[in-house]
C-alpha cells in the first residue's frame, strides 16, 4: 500500500513503521506512526503524542518508512 523511502526523504504524512516494541512476544510490524516534519512524528503511545525518531528507543526500532501512493 505504500512504497519505502529513506529517512531523509521522509514528508509530513509519510507513515512510520517499528519492529520489537512489543518485547520478545511480538513479531513483525509492532508500533506504527504519522511523520509530521523536522524528525518527529505523532503516534498512539503512552500517553498519545509527538515523539522525537531521533531518540536511542526509536532508533533501535525503527523498521521503514513508507510513502502512500498517490502521494
Not at 509519510?14 to 506504527?32: A, P
Not at 523536522?38 to 498519545?48: A, E, K, L, V, Y
Request: hydrophobic share 35%.
Amino acid at each position: 500500500m505504500c512504497r519505502n523511502i529513506p529517512v531523509a526523504q521522509a514528508e509530513p504524512g509519510d507513515v512510520v513503521f517499528f519492529e520489537g516494541t512489543m518485547g520478545d512476544g511480538g513479531d513483525g510490524i509492532t508500533h506504527g506512526g504519522i511523520y509530521v516534519g523536522n524528525g518527529m512524528m505523532i503516534h498512539c503511545g503512552s500517553p498519545i503524542g509527538e515523539a522525537n525518531l531521533n531518540e536511542a528507543y526509536w532508533k533501535s526500532h525503527l523498521h521503514s518508512l513508507g510513502q502512500l501512493h498517490g502521494q
